[in-house]
């Protein structure tokens, strides 16, 4: 863009104590170098007089709070640079407090609740300790984390704008990336003590589908599901009751049959008295042909099976 | 610890309290942090990095300019692990006072719009050194002076407001990203900086020009200064940080900076940076005693930079909060629960609930007013300061309060996130902080570390080798001088300004 052309942002509005629904207001703004969606709704304030509810504190990727949707993509206003034709609106997985500000504090009490600290069982000795930087290599990219949530916002198993992950029965519903980055953060950390796999497994973990939405969007580039999620699903399929098993034995059944068998599959992850239970549906989906009993695959189909498995290891 | 106390506030420090806060730092602070999990950076042997001039005193955590919030972080989620009740995106809007002691503050919740009371028998004050105040400010979006603006209302000492710290390489451009440092001190893993460029491109500074001087940031300012004189910069921008002469594996490994500046689209191996001034911290601030946090109010204590002892180190802050806890703890004990003042509640609750108003046809937005207050500031009391520009600088504030104001209102009444509420308080308290900073600048007669007189281009040890404090009185403002710890006395007794080896 160039210095002489202007910035139509379409800036949602909505106030739940006293309007029936949203409403769009529109801004023109001149672009300036570099100029950030921050900068346009700094403007629209500043210079169009609108007195628009937004929250940001340091404009520069730290505090993690400016998270808002752009032409629907979920994006730090500080991070994304203006375009000429933008819709701004909310995050998603939140209620909205008012205009672009989000009620983020079901993902912050879960991080919270799910023991975001080291624990150690064995006394500290010294500073310096002694431990390299290969040591903290898996980790260190989930320093960067800033807790703006904006992966936990477009995630597809974390439930609706009613307000984030809910607890029912003693589990959880899935907190979201955002929360399992955080506890990844202590959890693989080379001095945790702390045995993490009951509280993940109550935090629904499985639910995760792997879909990578949460990578795709993270604004300083985390890997996700590979550093985060996948490591923590090893912790929780470790858990008492067994439930968060499933998609592991899931990924190993394919990696191991190069298709889905779904008779070691039911005993792996459900044990023999679930999958004998099971029998019936077993015996209906050989006949109809949805599972086999031998799997035959090809050389090359193992070969290209093998390689996406590589691929996807951290 | 020599450098500090005799660099970094130009001989006003205590260095008695230096010498604490730093063994603090060593024995205190770092074993606790990584007790916890911080993680200090390390390299493939596990020695600790750091920058080659330095030796182990310069460490990260873990990359050049993320430490202070990993450090926060790391602390904010012990104080909520443990269930201490914090109240989150919440403004105090006062300190309540009864017979010259504090006891307690109101306090404005944004997400939900209550006004309420909490009642203390100790107060502690921690609203940080950085206040933004003028158009380009380190300091974040809440930080408007507010917590220097309650505790000169409530009758507190003030010292060394005038002596306001600036950043000679920020970003320029986008403006949301005017907090983005580009650090004038060496890099990890080397003793290479950053070096300034003019108009021209052509270096102008860099850390090793002058081997005796100890303080880059010093440094920056009078070789910028220089280059403004001769047209080849701008204090608002018009000249350039470079990287070029750096490794960019070092770059990459070690500066949080460099994902900014690749996402503008800058190759750093080749291009340079455009820069700007900045306003950063105020070396002083709320008068304390260092050795307890105290200020001159009963009751209220003022630890880590928002107090009077000019230190801007995340560790300094913690050996202050430390202090501040256990005299805040051993008073609490000790002390029934103080009465409130009989109308002093209503009295602000009053003032804030008028706030709450819609803004008039012709009205500002307080952002919009706030916008004035900080063009002036940058106007008239940048880097370089005379008694003309104070002078008027005061005057144009003087028309702010008595013209924009009275008009200012909101955009709406609602009390949802409604942030233009507490922006309409802000603006009450950055032109009390403002004016007061003015005001003490005119006091001091001379120039001393960053703070300029163009007037008075000389450092007078003689005469002002002491601080200026400042309280509220019934005529106005009253002044006084008191002397400083001079521990380390500097060598001459008048030195020239832009050329003195510190």
């Known amino acids: 863009m160039d210095a002489a052309s202007r910035i139509s942002a379409r800036i949602f509005r909505f106030d739940p104590a006293s309007d029936a629904e949203p409403r769009y207001e529109a801004v023109e703004v001149p672009h300036q170098p570099h100029m950030r969606v921050l900068d346009v709704l700094d403007y629209a304030v500043e210079e169009c007089g609108v007195g628009l509810g937004y929250r940001y504190f340091c404009g520069v990727k ?75 290599a898996a980790t260190f990219p989930l320093m960067n984390c800033i807790e703006c949530y904006v992966c936990s916002s477009t995630c597809p198993a974390v439930s609706g704008p009613a307000g984030g992950p809910r607890t029912a029965g003693g589990r959880r519903d899935f907190v979201g990336p955002g929360t399992l980055v955080q506890i990844a953060k202590v959890a693989l950390h080379p001095k945790d003590e702390l045995d993490r796999s009951a509280m993940l497994e109550q935090a629904s973990i499985d639910h995760c589908m792997s879909c990578y939405r949460c990578e795709q969007v993270c604004p300083v580039g985390i890997p996700i599901v590979s550093h985060a999620i996948m490591p923590l699903r090893g912790v929780a399929a470790k858990g ?75 | 610890m020599a450098i500090r106390a005799r660099y970094g506030s130009s001989y006003l420090n205590d260095p008695d309290y230096i010498r604490r806060a730093c063994r603090f730092t060593e024995d205190v602070f770092f074993p606790e942090m990584e007790q916890r999990g911080l993680y200090i950076r390390r390299d493939d042997r596990g020695e600790l990095v750091t920058s080659h001039d330095r030796k182990a005193g310069n460490v990260w955590a873990p990359n050049q300019g993320f430490s202070g919030t990993m450090i926060m972080e790391l602390l904010r989620k012990e104080v909520l692990a443990r269930r201490v009740p914090l109240l989150h995106e919440t403004m105090v809007t006062a300190l309540l006072v009864r017979d010259g002691t504090v006891c307690g503050v109101t306090a404005l919740d944004i997400v939900a719009g209550e006004f309420f009371v909490i009642r203390a028998k100790a107060v502690i004050i921690a609203t940080g050194p950085g206040n933004y105040l003028a158009t380009r400010s380190t300091a974040t979006r809440e930080q408007c002076g507010n917590g220097f603006a309650m505790a000169y209302r409530a009758g507190a000492d003030m010292q060394d407001l005038e002596m306001q710290w600036f950043h000679a390489s920020d970003i320029a ?126 009751g209220l204590y003022a630890p880590g930079g928002c107090g009077s002892h000019g230190v801007g180190s995340i560790t300094y802050v913690s050996y202050d909060g430390t202090l501040a806890a256990d005299q805040a703890c051993e008073r609490a004990r000790h002390i029934a629960m103080p009465a409130l003042p009989e109308d002093g509640v209503q009295r602000e609750q009053e003032r804030v609930q008028r706030r709450l108003q819609q803004r008039a046809a012709q009205g500002l937005l307080p952002a919009q007013v706030k916008k004035r207050v900080r063009a002036v500031m940058t106007d008239r009391m940048g880097y370089v300061k005379s008694e003309a520009r104070m002078a008027a600088a005061l005057d144009e504030l003087a028309e702010i309060r008595d013209r924009l104001l009275p008009a200012m209102g909101l955009g709406s009444t609602s009390r949802n996130w409604n942030y233009d509420w507490s922006e309409a308080l802000d603006a009450e308290d950055m032109l009390d902080v403002c004016e007061l900073t003015i005001r003490m600048s005119m006091q001091r007669k001379e120039s001393r570390g960053y703070f300029f007189r163009e007037d008075y281009p000389y450092i007078d040890n003689r005469q002002w080798l002491k601080h200026t404090v400042a309280r509220r009185a019934a005529s106005g403002v009253e002044f006084e001088f008191t002397p400083a710890a001079p521990i380390f006395r500097p060598e001459n007794e008048i030195d020239d300004f832009l050329t003195a080896e510190y």
């Open chain 1, 62 to 136: 730290r505090c993690g709070m400016c998270g808002v949707n752009v032409n629907g993509k979920p994006v730090l206003a500080c991070w994304e640079e203006a375009t000429p034709d933008m819709v701004i609106e909310p995050l998603g997985n939140m209620p909205v407090i008012r205009d672009l500000t989000v009620d983020r504090s079901a993902f912050e009490r879960a991080t919270i609740d799910l023991e975001p600290r080291l624990v150690r069982k064995a006394p500290y000795a010294s500073f310096p300790e002694p431990y390299t930087h290969r040591d903290v």
């Open chain 1, 240 to 314: 008492p009751a067994g439930i968060a098993r499933f998609p592991l034995e899931f990924a190993e059944n394919v990696r191991t049959h190069v298709d889905i068998h779904s008779g070691s599959l039911f005993v792996k992850a459900g044990g023999w008295l679930r999958a004998l239970a099971s029998l019936p549906m077993l015996l209906g989906m050989l006949v109809r042909g949805k599972t086999r009993m031998r799997a035959r695959p090809s050389a090359r189909a193992r070969r290209e099976v093998e390689a996406l498995f590589e691929a996807a290891e951290p």
């Open chain 2, 173 to 298: 451009a986008p403006k949301s990203w005017m907090r983005l440092h580009l650090y004038p001190n060496p890099m990890p893993v080397t003793d290479q900086s950053i070096w300034l460029h003019g108009a021209d491109r052509r270096m102008f500074f860099h850390l090793g020009m002058n081997p005796k001087v100890k303080q880059p940031y010093y440094l920056q300012l009078r070789y910028l200064y220089d280059e403004v004189r001769k047209g080849n910069a701008d204090w608002h921008g018009g000249f350039y940080g470079g990287y070029t002469h750096i490794e960019p594996e070092i770059m990459e490994n070690y500066s949080y900076q460099t994902q900014f500046f690749k996402h503008l689209g800058f190759d750093i191996t080749k291009d340079l940076i455009p820069c700007a001034i900045t306003w950063h911290m105020t070396f002083g601030g709320i008068r304390t005693d260092n050795r307890t946090m105290a200020t001159t109010l009963e």
